[in-house]
């Protein structure tokens, strides 16, 4: 009996345990169907959709509403899953280590154990890039996990009523004759979750004042700064992309500073290489990503400088025709572009789809099939106030710049996919109506 194991329940390596649970897991077995061992390895007991995290930051969204437990997964889809991190490689021995598991006091839950597999599928995503700013890590909230966003979320939500129950200071100016507000929050880095998470916030400062925050002014005592080291927002995006998406957020009372590379992160203040400080009463960093440390210590396998394995069209890895990776944490070349494929949650849909489709001919002992990236374009949230984005590709053949009530429904669109891949359109469809229903009955955002 073939042994899968994935590691990683992101977007890509849990829609992969999934099909091929279905396909070859258990419940395929009893009806005589080929039969398979499929395991799905993630650190954390449950799965969210990691574009969710910068709604979760703002408060717009409750985690816990869109959490998925990967046992209950599991036992749905034909697969097992076992909770741990990966923490060593044996190519030899085709056998992989997890760490031991701890629970919330510190005592441990699970012990260190070896899986033994025959195809592993390593996609466990990416951390954040602090690129060795000072003050960075320690001073800033990254946003890689539902802890982070908490976190996160009840800084802004302490920050904003300590702001309420103080005495108001004379109003102030910084360096450029900007009104200093009594709530400011820093974002560096205006990629998609820096300028997504701008939009949210500003949303959430509107919305606090309806419970209860008063005195707090939502348009000028809570400020929001993006500040992106680069010429404009959006770099990986088109340029009139960028240029509608920070007409929107200018409208939206967001500052934004381009060409500022931030060289610390200091409790209370941002500094650039300009020069200038920027204060901020919370600061996120959403500046850049590499792949996780561990990759970089597998046995024998080839990573790049933001160590990430590099892989071939196969998505199989230069050393080891057993192991594969796909998602942020792959560098997987992509024909005809000077960069490769991009970290974006389309590129992880479509490499799981791939791999699906590759592991019934590995099975059959056929050749494997290359992988071709399509680009479909891209969509960038802006609350509900609007989105913006272009769609290009297998879409429309071309190139098209989208905005407002239809690029939303276009992104919202995005995770109902994500839920259909994961339960089938039926279960897609009764979990968007609960989902209204829940909506109806609960603030807008999470407040405690």
């Not at 190519?91 to 154990?113: C, F, N, S, Y």
């Not at 929001?224 to 992309?241: H, K, N, Y």
């Not at 080839?302 to 892989?311: A, F, I, M, P, S």
């Not at 994961?422 to 407040?447: N, Q, S």
Request: hydrophobic content about 40%.
């Amino acid at each position: 009996m073939h042994r899968f194991i994935v590691v990683g329940g992101g977007a890509g390596g849990l829609e992969l345990a999934t099909r091929l649970g279905d396909r070859y897991g258990e419940t395929r077995a009893k009806r005589g169907r080929p039969h398979a061992s499929v395991t799905l390895v993630d650190r954390y007991p449950t799965h969210i959709w990691k574009p969710l995290l910068h709604e979760v930051a703002a408060g717009s969204m409750d985690p816990f509403t869109q959490e998925l437990e990967y046992a209950a997964q599991a036992r749905w889809h034909g697969f097992e899953f076992q909770q741990g991190e990966l923490v060593g490689l044996d190519r030899t021995a085709k056998r992989i280590t997890l760490g031991a598991v701890q629970d919330e006091d510190g005592g441990e839950m699970l012990p260190e154990r070896v899986l033994e597999y025959d195809t592993l599928v390593l996609a466990i995503g990416s951390t954040t890039h602090f690129f060795g700013v000072q003050g960075a890590a320690e001073n800033s909230i990254a946003l890689d996990t539902v802890a982070q966003a908490e976190r996160f979320r009840k800084r802004l939500i302490a920050a904003c009523m300590r702001a309420e129950h103080q005495e108001p200071e004379p109003v102030t100016h910084d360096h450029e004759g900007n009104e200093v507000p009594r709530v400011q929050i820093a974002i560096v880095g205006a990629g998609a979750t820096g300028v997504e998470l701008s939009a949210e916030l500003r949303n959430t400062a509107q919305v606090l004042s309806a419970y209860g925050l008063h005195k707090l002014d939502p348009s000028h005592d809570v400020g929001i700064v993006l500040i992106e080291s680069g010429p404009r927002i959006l770099p990986a995006l088109a340029e009139r992309v960028s240029s509608a998406t920070g007409d929107l957020l200018r409208k939206l009372g967001v500052r934004i500073m381009t060409g500022e590379l931030v060289t610390e992160v200091a409790p209370g203040v941002v500094r650039t290489a300009s020069g200038k400080s920027v204060r901020a009463d919370l600061t996120v960093w959403a500046a850049g990503i590499k792949a996780p440390a561990v990759l970089s210590q597998l046995d024998g396998l080839t990573v790049n400088r933001l160590g990430q394995l590099v892989v071939r069209r196969t998505l199989q890895t230069e050393a080891d025709d057993n192991v594969f990776a796909l998602g942020d944490c792959a560098a997987c070349a992509w024909p005809g572009n000077e960069r490769g494929v991009p970290p974006r949650a389309q590129a992880a849909h479509q490499q799981a789809s791939f791999l699906f489709r590759s592991m019934g001919d590995r099975l059959a002992g056929k050749p494997l099939p290359e992988f071709t990236y399509r680009d479909f374009g891209s969509l960038v949230s802006l609350g509900h106030f609007s989105a913006v984005g272009n769609l290009m590709g297998g879409v429309i053949g071309g190139s098209m710049l989208i905005e407002g009530l239809f690029a939303r429904f276009m992104y919202m669109s995005l995770y109902r996919l994500h839920i259909a891949a994961l339960h089938g359109y039926a279960r897609m469809v009764l979990d968007t109506f609960a989902h209204w229903l829940r909506r109806t009955t609960l603030p807008r955002v999470k407040l405690h």
